[in-house]
C-alpha cells in the first residue's frame, strides 16, 4: 500500500468504531470496547508505519495526496493529507498517547466489575455491594453505567485529532479542530447528571468558541488574500513575501494579522491567558478525558497549530533580527501564562487541577518558544510534554482510582478522593503508580539527563538566552522553577510521608490495564528527550545525533541553524529545577493539612479571580445587552412599539374618519342636514305645495315649461 | 412536449386539499391517507428533479413548461428551476413531508396526538400553502410568482388563527398577514414599474421573468424601484427591522406550521427579493448592496442576541431563524460568487435544521404541556432519539463541520470578508451567541434532571416522528460530508446572477 493511502486511512478506524458502537454494540461493554481499543490500535499501527517510512527516507520532506472537496468561488477547496517532518513527529506521539489512553480507559471505567447498586446514567459510578465466599458484604467500584459510549466518544475525538494531523490544509484542520471542541463538550459533560459537568462543558465549549470565531476569521482573511488554503501553496517563498509585505490594520502586516487571527485560536484551543478559564473546570470529565484533552490531543492541536503556521508568523523576519509585533504578542501571552498559571498551580490541592494548570503553564512556555522563533524547541518540548503530562495525567487518575477504592472500603464518602491532603504514604500502596508518576513529575520539573523535560526546557530557555530575549528568559526561569515546586509538592503530599487517611491506608493499585500505560509513556517520558541533545552539549552532544533538529527542521523551508552551547542557560535550567525540586520536598514534607500550608494565598487559591472579573465583565453585561436593551427595550419597546403605533394610528384614523367624516359629515352634514333637512326637506316640502293633484294646474305647468324650453332651445340652438 | 414535472409538483398539493375537502370529517384515516400519499409522491417528483439536475450537470432553467395564460397582458405560467431554485423545491418538499408526519393525529398505541381538530382542514390548508410555495419556487412568470406567493400567504393566517396557540394566536396571525401583504403589495407596485418600464422600452407587454432579466433598466429606475421590491419581499425573508411577525408567528403557529413557516416560507421571502430584487434590478443591488448588507448583519447580531435571551423555546428558535435568515441575506448582499452560493445552501440548510428544531419542540409540547425552558428537564432520558435529533440541528445551527450548517456559512463569512471585513468580525459575534443559547437549551430541557410534575408524563415519540427526524438529519449530514451534492449545483444558479450583476 502506498504510504499515501495509508495516510489517509489513519483517521478512519477511530471513527468507524464509533459508529459501530453507537448503531449496534452499544449494549455489549465487551464488543465495544474491543471495538475502540482495537480502532486505536489499528491507527498506532499505520501511524508507525507512516512515521518509520519518513524516518527511513533520506532528506524527507513529505507525503501529500488531496482530492477536491468543496467547491467555493472558481475553484475547489481540496482536501488532502500531508505527512511532513513535523507531521510524523506529531503523528507519533499522537498514535502513542491515544493508544495507551484507549487501554488505560478499560481499567479507570472499571471494566469487568459489577454493575453499581445505584447507578444510573449521567452519573460517576457510586460502588457495588458484593458478597465473598464467608458471606461478607463489602463494596467494590462497579462498572460505569455508559461504558459503551464512552468509548465512542473518545473514538470520535481520536478522529478529530487525527484528521487534524494529517490535514494539508487548514480547512480539513478546523474540520478536526471543531470536532474535537464538540468531543471535548461531550466528554467533559460526560456525567452530565453533575451540575458542575454540565457548566464546565458549556464553559470549555463557549471559551473555545470564541477562540475558534477568530481562527475561521483569520481563515476568511487568509483565504481572501492567497486564494488557497493549501499549507503547501500558502507557504511559498513568493506567497510568504507578498502576504508580508502587504499592510493590513493597526500598523500590521497582512501574514501578521492572519497569524494572530489564527493564533486567538490556539489561545482558545490551548487555555493560553486570557482564554484560559475553561482547562481546570474541564477536570470534571473523567480522567482519560482529560489526558486526552490535556496532553495527547486538544491542547496540543492550538500548539501544533501555531507550528504550521510558523512560516506565516514569521513571514519577513529572519533568525537573530528584531521580533515582528505578532511575534512580540505571541512571546508575550506565552510566557506570561507560563508564569501565571504556574502561580495558580502552587495553591491547588485538588491533584487533577494542579496539573491542569501545569499544563497551562507548560503550553505557555511552547507558545512562548514560537513567539521567539525557535520552533524546534517548541516542537520538541510539545512532544516531550505529551508523554509526561499524559503520564501524569493517567497515574493521576490511578491515584484516583485507588483512593475511591480506599473510601468504598471505608464507606465514608465525604472523603474527597482528589484531594491531596486526604492522601500521603501511597508509594507503598501504589508502586508501580508512584514510580511511574515520579518519572513523569521529574520530566515535568525538568530534572536533569535522565528526563526528556530537561532537554526540551533547557532547549527553550537556551534559544531565550542566545538571541538575548532577556525578558522571557527571566520569566520562563521563574516559571520552570515554581514548576518543579509545585510537582515536587505534588509528589510529597500524594506519595510519600505517611497516610493521612483511612482511606488512603486502604488504596489499592489499579489493574493492569491501567498500569501498562503509565509504563509504556514514563519509557518515553525518560528516554524521547535524548533524541533531541544539542549538538554541542558538553560531553553527551557528540554521542548521540541530534536527531529531532535535523528531522524536524525539514519542515521548515528554511533549516534552522544549530545553537551554540552557552552554559548561562544551562546552569540556570539545573538550578531550577533542582532547586525548585528540593524546595517543594523540604516544605511540604511535614505538611498535614492545608491549614499548615502557607502558600494557600486567596488569590492564588481563586486564580486570581478571573472567573469573577469575567462574569463582571462580559456574562452580566451579555445577559443585560439581551434582554434589556435588545429585547425588552429594542423589539418590544422600539420595534413593536412603531409597529403598535401605527396600528393604533390606523385604529384612530379609522375612528377619526367614521366619527368626523363618515358619521358626522357625510352621515349627518350630507345626508341628513344637508340632504334631508336643508334641501330635500325643504325642496319636498316646497314641491309637495305644486302637488295638487289638479289636472289643470299640472297642464298649466307642462305648458308654461313647454313654452320657457322652446324659447331657450330656440336661443341656444336655432339663433 | 416534455412531461410536465414542475406543474405536477405544484398542482398536486392543490388538488390533494381539495380531495381531502371532500372526504367526510369523521373519516379521519382517509384523508391523513391522501395527505401522507399526495406529499410522499410530491418529495419523490421534487427529488427526482434535484437529482436530474445534479446528475446531468445541468446550469440555466431546466425543466421549462409555458401555458398561455392571459396572453393580452403577458401574463402566462411559465414553471422551470435552475440551481438556485431547485434545492428549495426539493426543500419544500421534506418539509411537508416531514410536516404531514409529525401532525399525523395519532400515536403508536392509537391515542391522539398532534392535531386534534378538524385534522382535514388543517391538512387542505397546509397543502394549498405547499402549493404555493411550490409556485413561487418554480414560476419564470412574475405575475404567477405573485400570485403564488399570495396563495401561500393567505392560508398562514388560517391555520395560526384556527389552529394556533390561544394566547397569542389571533395577534400573531394578524401582524403576520399584515406584514406580509403590505410588503408583497410595496414589491407588486415595483414589479408593475418594471413590467410598464420593459414594455415602454422593448414595446411588449410581458411578465416573463427571463424578458425581464433583460429589459436593461435605466440605472436611476433600478436604484429607485430596488429599495420597495427587495425590502417588500425581504419583509417574509425576516429582515432588520421588519423582522418582527415572524419570532410571533413561529410561536402562535402549530408545529406544522411553524416548521413550514421558518423552514419554507422565510426562504421565500429571501427568494422572491434574490429573484425579483437583485436578478431583474442588478444595477439597483449594486447600488444598495451597503444597506442590505448593513441590515441583514444587525439582523445575524440582533436575533442571536434576544435568542440567547429567550426562555420560550419557541421564541428562542425563532430568533435564531431571525438571525439565520440575516446570514442568507448577508450572503445575497455580498454579491460575489462566495458569498451567494454560501446564502443559496444556507437557505436549503437552515429550512431543514430549523424544521427539525420546531418539530421536536412540538413533540416536547405536546408531551409536557410547556415550552418553557425552564420548566423542562430531561427529556433525554424518555425521548432519546428527539433528543439526538435536536443536538444534531444544535450543531447545524453553530456551523460546525461535518454538517450542512458549516458548508453554507463559512463560505457566507469569506464572501463577507471580502467585501467588508469589520462586518465580518461582527457578524462572527453570532456564531459564539448561538453556540451559547443552543448549548445552554440542550443542557436544560435534554439533559438536566427531570422536574416532578413531569416525571411519568412524557412518552417517546412516535415511529413516524422518528422517520420525520431521520429524514431531516439526513440531508444535514449528508451535504456537511459530501458538500459536492449540492455546492455545484447551487453554483450554477449564482453564475447565473453574477452575469446579470455584469460579471462581478
Redesign the interface.
Known amino acids: 500500500m502506498a504510504t499515501e493511502t495509508l495516510i489517509w486511512l489513519i483517521p478512519l478506524p477511530p471513527v468507524l468504531a464509533f459508529f459501530l458502537i453507537v448503531l449496534f454494540t452499544n449494549r455489549s461493554k465487551a464488543l465495544s470496547h474491543t471495538l475502540g481499543v482495537g480502532a486505536a490500535f489499528l491507527s498506532w499501527l499505520g501511524s508507525m508505519v507512516v512515521f518509520y517510512k519518513a524516518v527511513t527516507t533520506e532528506h524527507f520532506s513529505g507525503f501529500a495526496s488531496s482530492i477536491?472537496?468543496?467547491?467555493?468561488?472558481?475553484t475547489w477547496f481540496r482536501i488532502g493529507i500531508s505527512i511532513d517532518p513535523l507531521g510524523a513527529a506529531v503523528l507519533f506521539f499522537v498514535a502513542w498517547t491515544i493508544f495507551m489512553i484507549f487501554l488505560y480507559s478499560v481499567g479507570y471505567q472499571n471494566f469487568g466489575q459489577p454493575k453499581g447498586d445505584h447507578d444510573r446514567?449521567?452519573l460517576p459510578p457510586h460502588g457495588a455491594t458484593v458478597t465473598d465466599e464467608h458471606g461478607h458484604k463489602h463494596m467494590v467500584l462497579s462498572v460505569e453505567p455508559m461504558y459503551s459510549r464512552f468509548f465512542a466518544f473518545l473514538g470520535l475525538f481520536a478522529f478529530g485529532m487525527y484528521t487534524l494531523v494529517v490535514s494539508d490544509n487548514l480547512l480539513t484542520l478546523?474540520?478536526g479542530w471543531?470536532?474535537m471542541g464538540?468531543c471535548s463538550?461531550l466528554l467533559i459533560?460526560f456525567w452530565?447528571?453533575k451540575p458542575s459537568a454540565?457548566a464546565a462543558?458549556?464553559k470549555a465549549?463557549?471559551t473555545t468558541?470564541?477562540g475558534?470565531?477568530?481562527m475561521?476569521?483569520g481563515?476568511?482573511?487568509l483565504?481572501?488574500a492567497t486564494g488557497t488554503l493549501t499549507f503547501s501553496e500558502i507557504f511559498t517563498e513568493e506567497t510568504l513575501h507578498v502576504l508580508a509585505t502587504t499592510p493590513a490594520f493597526f500598523g500590521l502586516s497582512a501574514a501578521g494579522a492572519i497569524a494572530i487571527l489564527l493564533f486567538v485560536g490556539t489561545i482558545g484551543k490551548s487555555a493560553q491567558w486570557p482564554l484560559h478559564v475553561w482547562l481546570p473546570d474541564a477536570m470534571e470529565g473523567p480522567t482519560p478525558v482529560s489526558a486526552m484533552i490535556h496532553a495527547a490531543t486538544m491542547v496540543s492541536a492550538g500548539v501544533y497549530a501555531v507550528l504550521r503556521m510558523f512560516p506565516l508568523l514569521t513571514a519577513g523576519w529572519h533568525e537573530g533580527a528584531a521580533l515582528l509585533p505578532a511575534m512580540n504578542l505571541v512571546a508575550f501571552i506565552g510566557a506570561f501564562t507560563a508564569l501565571f498559571s504556574a502561580t495558580i498551580a502552587v495553591a491547588q490541592n485538588d491533584i487533577k487541577r494542579v496539573l491542569a494548570y501545569s499544563t497551562i503553564s507548560q503550553l505557555g512556555f511552547m507558545i512562548a518558544a514560537l513567539g521567539i522563533g525557535a520552533y524546534i524547541a517548541a516542537a520538541f518540548h510539545l512532544i516531550t510534554h505529551a508523554f509526561f503530562k499524559g503520564l501524569l495525567f493517567l497515574g493521576s487518575g490511578s491515584v484516583i482510582h485507588g483512593m475511591e477504592h480506599g473510601v468504598l472500603h471505608t464507606g465514608d464518602h465525604h472523603v474527597d478522593p482528589q484531594d491531596m491532603f486526604n492522601m500521603g504514604g501511597l508509594r507503598k500502596k501504589m508502586p508501580i503508580t508512584f514510580w511511574t508518576f515520579l518519572i513523569g513529575g521529574f520530566a515535568l520539573s525538568g530534572f536533569p539527563i535522565i528526563t526528556a523535560g530537561f532537554w526540551s526546557k533547557d532547549e527553550i530557555l537556551a534559544d531565550a538566552w542566545a538571541n538575548g530575549h532577556l525578558t522571557v528568559f527571566i520569566t520562563l526561569a521563574v516559571a520552570a522553577f515554581l514548576t518543579a515546586f509545585y510537582t515536587m509538592r505534588q509528589i510529597t503530599l500524594t506519595f510519600l510521608g505517611e497516610p493521612r487517611t483511612k482511606e488512603a491506608e486502604h488504596a489499592q493499585e489499579t489493574p493492569w490495564t491501567m498500569t501498562v500505560p503509565l509504563v509504556v509513556l514514563a519509557v518515553f517520558a525518560a528516554a524521547y528527550g535524548w533524541v533531541g541533545i544539542p549538538e554541542h552539549f558538553p560531553v553527551l552532544g557528540g554521542i548521540l545525533p541530534n536527531w529531532f533538529h535535523e528531522f524536524v527542521g525539514g519542515s521548515l523551508l528554511e533549516h534552522p541553524e544549530a545553537l551554540e552551547f552557552s552554559w548561562a542557560p544551562l546552569l540556570t535550567s539545573l538550578s531550577v529545577a533542582l532547586g525548585g525540586l528540593g524546595l517543594g520536598y523540604l516544605v511540604y514534607r511535614n505538611v498535614k493539612s492545608p491549614a499548615e500550608d502557607k502558600l494557600q494565598i486567596p488569590a492564588l487559591k481563586n486564580k486570581w479571580y478571573f472567573d469573577e472579573i469575567y462574569d463582571f465583565l462580559f456574562v452580566k453585561p451579555?445577559?443585560w445587552?439581551?434582554?434589556t436593551f435588545?429585547?425588552q427595550w429594542?423589539?418590544k419597546g422600539v420595534?413593536?412599539g412603531i409597529?403598535h403605533f401605527f396600528g393604533k394610528a390606523a385604529a384612530w384614523i379609522g375612528d377619526t374618519l367614521r366619527k368626523y367624516i363618515d358619521a358626522w359629515f357625510i352621515n349627518d352634514i350630507v345626508a341628513d342636514k344637508l340632504s334631508h333637512q336643508w334641501t330635500v326637506h325643504p325642496a319636498a316640502r316646497a314641491v309637495r305645495k305644486v302637488q295638487t293633484g289638479r289636472i289643470q294646474q299640472y297642464m298649466l305647468t307642462s305648458i308654461g315649461v313647454l313654452f320657457v324650453v322652446g324659447v331657450l332651445v330656440y336661443y341656444f340652438f336655432m339663433a | 412536449m416534455t412531461f410536465p414535472i414542475l406543474s405536477l409538483i405544484v398542482f398536486i398539493p392543490m388538488v390533494a386539499a381539495v380531495i381531502m375537502l371532500l372526504i367526510p370529517a369523521e373519516r379521519r384515516n382517509e384523508t391523513r391517507a391522501v395527505a401522507l400519499a399526495a406529499a410522499t409522491f410530491d418529495l419523490l417528483l421534487a427529488a427526482w428533479v434535484y437529482v436530474q439536475y445534479l446528475v446531468n450537470e445541468m446550469t440555466g432553467y431546466q425543466f421549462v413548461e409555458t401555458y398561455r395564460w392571459l396572453p393580452q397582458l403577458g401574463i402566462s405560467l411559465k414553471f422551470g428551476v435552475d440551481g438556485m431554485s431547485a434545492p428549495l423545491v426539493l426543500l419544500t418538499g421534506i418539509v411537508m413531508f416531514t410536516g404531514v408526519l409529525i401532525s399525523w393525529g395519532v400515536d403508536d398505541n392509537h391515542h391522539p396526538a398532534g392535531i386534534q381538530d378538524r385534522p382535514r382542514e388543517f391538512f387542505a390548508f397546509l397543502f394549498i400553502l405547499a402549493s404555493g410555495v411550490f409556485g413561487v419556487f418554480a414560476s419564470l412568470d412574475l405575475f404567477m410568482l405573485f400570485f403564488f406567493y399570495e396563495i401561500a400567504v393567505f392560508p398562514m393566517y388560517l391555520l395560526i388563527a384556527i389552529w394556533g396557540w390561544v394566547k397569542t394566536r389571533e395577534y400573531a396571525a394578524m401582524?403576520l398577514t399584515l406584514y406580509l401583504f403590505v410588503g408583497s403589495v410595496i414589491s407588486l407596485v415595483g414589479a408593475l414599474a418594471m413590467y410598464w418600464a420593459a414594455y415602454q422600452s422593448t414595446g411588449v407587454l410581458s411578465f416573463d421573468m427571463l424578458l425581464l432579466e433583460k429589459a436593461n433598466f435605466p440605472l436611476n429606475f433600478q436604484v429607485a424601484w430596488f429599495l420597495p421590491v427587495f425590502f417588500g419581499f425581504a419583509v417574509l425573508g425576516g429582515i432588520f427591522?421588519f423582522h418582527?411577525w415572524s419570532p410571533d408567528g413561529h410561536v402562535a403557529a402549530p408545529t406544522a406550521v411553524s416548521m413550514f413557516h421558518a423552514g419554507v416560507l422565510m426562504k421565500l421571502g429571501a427568494f422572491a427579493a434574490l429573484r425579483v430584487g437583485i436578478m431583474l434590478l442588478p444595477e439597483g443591488a449594486k447600488y444598495w448592496s451597503w444597506l442590505v448588507m448593513l441590515l441583514a448583519g444587525i439582523a445575524v447580531v440582533?436575533g442571536a442576541?434576544?435568542a440567547?435571551?429567550?426562555t420560550d423555546m419557541k421564541y428562542m428558535i425563532g430568533f435564531s431563524s431571525v438571525s439565520h435568515m440575516g446570514l442568507v441575506m448577508l450572503g445575497l448582499s455580498t454579491l460575489?460568487?462566495?458569498g451567494l452560493?454560501g446564502a443559496g445552501v444556507q437557505m436549503f440548510s437552515h429550512g431543514v435544521m430549523t424544521a427539525l428544531f420546531f418539530a421536536v419542540t412540538g413533540m416536547i409540547y405536546d408531551r409536557s404541556h410547556t415550552r418553557q425552558i425552564p420548566e423542562l428537564g430531561g427529556m433525554n432520558?424518555i425521548m432519546p432519539f428527539a433528543s439526538v435529533g435536536f443536538i444534531i440541528g444544535g450543531?447545524v445551527s453553530?456551523g460546525?463541520?461535518?454538517f450542512s450548517g458549516?458548508?453554507a456559512e463559512?463560505?457566507i463569512?469569506?464572501g463577507v470578508?471580502?467585501v467588508n471585513?469589520l462586518l465580518?468580525?461582527v457578524a462572527?459575534?453570532s456564531?459564539?451567541l448561538t453556540?451559547?443559547y443552543i448549548?445552554?437549551n440542550i443542557?436544560d430541557v435534554f439533559?438536566?434532571?427531570m422536574p416532578d410534575n413531569l416525571e411519568g408524563h412524557i412518552t417517546d415519540v412516535t415511529v413516524l416522528d422518528k422517520i420525520a427526524i431521520v429524514t431531516l438529519c439526513t440531508f444535514m449530514i449528508g451535504i456537511g460530508l459530501f458538500?459536492?451534492v449540492m455546492?455545484?449545483m447551487v453554483?450554477t444558479g449564482v453564475e447565473n446572477i453574477l452575469r446579470l450583476l455584469g460579471g462581478a
Open positions: 477536491p472537496w468543496l467547491p467555493v468561488g472558481d446514567a449521567g478546523f474540520v471543531e470536532i464538540l463538550y459533560g452530565y447528571g454540565r462543558a458549556i465549549f463557549m468558541r470564541i475558534d470565531v477568530f475561521l476569521l481563515i476568511a482573511f483565504y481572501q451579555s445577559y445587552f439581551a434582554e435588545t429585547y429594542m423589539d420595534i413593536d409597529l | 401582524k427591522p418582527n440582533y442576541f434576544i440567547f435571551q429567550q460575489n460568487k462566495t452560493t432520558k450543531l453553530m460546525m463541520p461535518g458549516f458548508i463559512f463560505p463569512f469569506m470578508w471580502h471585513s465580518a468580525i462572527s459575534i456564531i459564539v453556540a451559547a448549548l445552554r443542557r439533559f438536566r434532571p458538500p459536492s455546492v455545484p453554483q
